[in-house]
């Protein structure tokens, strides 16, 4: 019988000890620069990458994220500090967001070809304000139609700790009962249903790679070689030249997340490549700016040919780039920064409050 292989999973208790997920950035990355070709259309072949699905990466990694966290801390306090949680959430999120929204105003402002973009804009102001982006295009898209998933990871942020860890007491149940809000939503079928839908695959992934036996399970499912995730994006990719197959897309997606993290030695070189890693590391900022940058492209270069497409993506990446950098260091760290000191002083602050 000849000698079988090693297995190169990730120990279980290696998982436990660790929430950096290093492989997560290069995936960001990757699926920035996807999201950048589902917006030329005048490049023929970047049709076939179907760059729109890649915001599912992010939608399942929130998901995943979140729910990790967040049964990790109510391991080790006992509970879930949802003050902290919003907190850490809103200034996580919101600042840049709001950052976005005043840069693509003065864009379409004082930018003549994007005059005719300002009514449209200035329509649709006050559901972004609102935080309802999501719901702000329902007559037709805009220059800022992309910041629709800040809305549902938003909403997703709200809820989800609330109706999980702290009306849902009982572990065991926790993933049976988003297992079943999440094929509502699948069965709903609507574009949003679909987003939210992926979210929880995420969450699902957590619930269950938390769990000794649940580790085991997806260990077993991932203990492939690297070529049959690959014939799985190939696959998915044919499909959805078909049509929009969005369970199929959470589904696929969160096997690719479960495959990098208990898979992580063989995807760990490609995944974590420091350029690609870095893109991820500013993926936020650079999601919400690339729409303007790839606009002022389209205005040096035209938007009637494959070149012009080409040149205009280029031109988008490198613009948006040193954008998203400075946008991180003015307004996104600094919003952690204060969030956290924030914090601390309302931690300070209890006990004093208590013996009042």
Same mark, same amino acid.
Not at 17 to 27: I, T, V, Y
Not at 50 to 75: N, P
């Given at each position: 019988?000849?000698? *079988? ?22 995936? =960001? ?7 950048? *070709? ?37 391991? @080790? ?5 949802? =003050? ?23 864009? +379409? ?42 809305? &549902? ?23 049976? $009962? ?27 992934? $957590?619930?269950?790679?938390? @769990? ?6 997806? $260990? ?6 690297? %070529?049959?995730?690959? $014939? ?19 589904? &696929? ?6 495959? *990098?993290?208990?898979?992580? %030695? ?39 040919? *494959? ?8 031109? +988008? ?40």
């Amino acid at each position: 019988m000849p000698p *079988t292989r090693p297995s190169r999973d990730l120990r279980y208790p290696d998982y436990l000890a660790s929430d950096n997920r290093p492989a997560f950035d290069g995936l =960001r990355g990757l699926g920035f620069l996807l999201v950048i *070709t589902a917006h030329v259309p005048s490049v023929w072949f970047f049709g076939y990458l179907q760059g729109w699905a890649a915001v599912w990466i992010f939608l399942v990694m929130s998901g995943y994220l979140v729910t990790m966290l967040m049964m990790r801390e109510e391991k @080790r306090a006992g509970r879930i500090d949802l =003050r902290a949680f919003m907190v850490r959430r809103f200034f996580r999120i919101v600042p840049a967001y709001w950052a976005a929204i005043l840069i693509y105003w003065l864009a +379409c402002y004082s930018l003549p070809p994007l005059a005719e973009d300002y009514p449209r804009f200035m329509a649709r102001l006050p559901a972004y304000l609102a935080f309802i982006p999501e719901y702000a295009d329902t007559d037709g898209f805009s220059i800022f139609t992309h910041a629709w998933t800040v809305g &549902v990871e938003l909403k997703f942020y709200l809820l989800f700790p609330l109706v999980v860890f702290l009306m849902l007491r009982i572990p065991s149940g926790r993933f049976a $009962a988003v297992a079943v809000v999440a094929a509502l939503f699948a069965a709903h079928g609507a574009f949003l249903s679909a987003a939210y839908c992926a979210i929880l695959f995420g969450a699902m992934l $957590a619930l269950a790679l938390e @769990r000794p036996q649940g580790y085991a399970f997806v $260990a077993r499912l991932t203990r492939v070689p690297v %070529a049959v995730p690959l $014939a799985l994006i190939v696959a998915l990719l044919v499909l959805l030249h078909y049509g929009e197959r969005f369970t199929a897309l959470a589904a &696929v997606v969160t096997y690719l997340l479960a495959y *990098t993290i208990v898979q992580e %030695a063989a995807v760990s070189r490609m995944l974590t490549w420091r350029p690609l890693a870095y893109l991820g590391q500013r993926s936020y900022g650079a999601y919400l700016l690339h729409f303007l940058a790839l606009r002022i492209g389209y205005m040096i270069f035209g938007d009637d040919s *494959t070149t012009s497409g080409l040149l205009a993506a280029a031109f +988008c990446l490198v613009l948006t780039v040193p954008a998203a950098e400075l946008l991180y260091r003015a307004i996104e760290r600094p919003g952690r920064d204060y969030g956290r000191k924030l914090l601390s002083r309302m931690s300070a602050r209890a006990p004093e409050l208590f013996r009042s």
